[in-house]
């Protein structure tokens, strides 16, 4: 995230993943030259975006004319300069003109579209409730992917390969590897229809190709054996009460010599400071809880042993934390409150806690938000990545 002094409290930031271009605060420059840096961040960003940009002004509080100028007149010099670019920009009611202002914009080119959000949804996502997970899993890969864009050559993987993402989600992961590393095809497979629905949106709406969504069990997939150079199942064998199925299936639809890539966590080692008491045993209470329903959320270090059980060779094995310092704090806060929300809320209910059970469990989320947003806190998630070679 930049801090412009010019406009005092001017920020933005580029999330990749969602190829979203956000501005933040008061934007209320006297000259368009002094918009020269903010300008050249947004120029910089949709250098590397495929049909879809988002420009997301719904968090700014204030915007004066100048301002609105120059950004509409880039804008619709960027659609006029590139025949595969679309761009949507995300407004807010609380600038009450800029809805009206940007709407302009729709008029003169049909490759903008201008919506309102009041929500703290990203634009374009579907709120996708199956399994209560998604919105998890979405957060997940926009904080992991800051650690994994490089351990992945270390596992091996290379441009030009044939790649299969399995339990791939709503496919963030996969759109993400084959930015980076442009596999010659990714394969990226899922249970949840509603899931793969999304992620062939969002692959059309961003211009990505290369991507094949499948339906399919991951414990009994119907892909042909020995066909990938590249596996990748993302925190998903610790939700399952077997995951030695699941791995022998990535085994199966492997390469002799190609390699399988897995990650998993031990919520147990979540930390924070302040409050850490509280916190630890939050985190704790969640890997009981897990164990009540029969998954292993601290499956992360045991990860050697299940590829090694499972018949692979020459095992890679390392462990990232994720924290509050890897970019905006308030992402780190927003996936605490996910798991908040689903662990205190049904699945504890599901468990026969009671209220004041309840209670105690979700103050250990909220502390360990209260740490991660505290001007001198420090909150970390540790996640185990792992990766084995199918024998030749």
């Known amino acids: 995230m930049i801090v412009d002094n010019m406009a005092q409290a001017c920020q933005w930031s580029y999330n990749e993943n969602d190829q979203e271009f956000s501005l933040h605060g008061s934007l209320r420059p006297q000259r368009v030259e002094d918009l020269n840096t903010c300008i050249s961040a947004l120029e910089k960003s949709v250098s590397n975006v495929n049909g879809l940009f988002y420009v997301n002004v719904r968090r700014l509080v204030r915007m004066n004319n100048v301002a609105f100028h120059a950004l509409g007149c880039k804008i619709l010099d960027l659609v006029r300069s590139r025949s595969d670019l679309k761009v949507h920009v995300t407004t807010s009611s609380v600038v009450g003109w800029a809805t009206r202002k940007f709407a302009v914009l729709e008029s003169i080119?049909?490759?903008i579209t201008v919506s309102e959000y009041d929500n703290e949804f990203y634009p374009g996502q579907s709120f996708l409730e199956e399994g209560g997970f998604i919105p998890i899993l979405r957060t997940q890969t926009k904080?992991?992917?800051?650690?994994e864009?490089?351990?992945l050559a270390r596992h091996g993987l290379k441009a030009g390969m044939q790649v299969a993402d399995i339990c791939c989600g709503i496919g963030d992961f996969a759109v993400l590897m084959q930015?980076?590393?442009?596999?010659?095809?990714?394969?990226?497979l899922d249970h949840s229809l509603s899931s793969l629905d999304y992620a062939r949106k969002v692959a059309a709406d961003f211009g990505v190709r290369g991507i094949d969504y499948v339906?399919?069990?991951?414990?009994?997939m119907l892909l042909e054996s020995d066909q990938f150079d590249f596996v990748t199942c993302r925190h998903s064998l610790q939700v399952f009460d077997r995951p030695e199925l699941i791995l022998r299936e990535l085994l199966r639809i492997c390469k002799p010599g190609g390699r399988v890539y897995i990650t998993n966590e031990k919520n147990s080692h979540c930390l924070g400071e302040p409050r850490s008491e509280t916190i630890q045993r939050t985190y704790t209470e969640v890997a009981r809880l897990w164990a009540h329903f029969n998954m292993d959320i601290e499956l992360g270090p045991k990860s050697r042993r299940y590829l090694v059980d499972s018949g692979f060779e020459d095992i890679r094995m390392e462990s990232f934390m994720v924290t509050n310092l890897d970019g905006d704090p308030q992402d780190f806060a927003d996936i605490v409150q996910s798991w908040e929300d689903v662990y205190a809320g049904k699945m504890a209910v599901?468990?026969?806690d009671s209220e004041?059970?309840?209670s105690e469990f979700r103050k250990?989320?909220?502390?360990?938000?209260?740490?991660?947003?505290?001007?001198?806190?420090?909150?970390?998630?540790?996640v185990w990545v792992a990766s084995g070679r199918k024998p030749k």
């Open 179 to 188: 930015k980076e590393y442009q596999p010659d095809r990714i394969v990226a």
């Open 364 to 382: 250990g989320f909220q502390d360990h938000i209260f740490a991660a947003l505290h001007p001198k806190g420090y909150a970390g998630w540790p």
């Open 143 to 147: 904080l992991t992917w800051h650690h």
């Open 149 to 151: 864009r490089d351990m």
């Open 215 to 220: 339906f399919g069990d991951a414990s009994d």
């Open 350 to 352: 599901e468990r026969g």
């Open 356 to 358: 004041e059970q309840i």
């Open 109 to 111: 080119s049909d490759k």
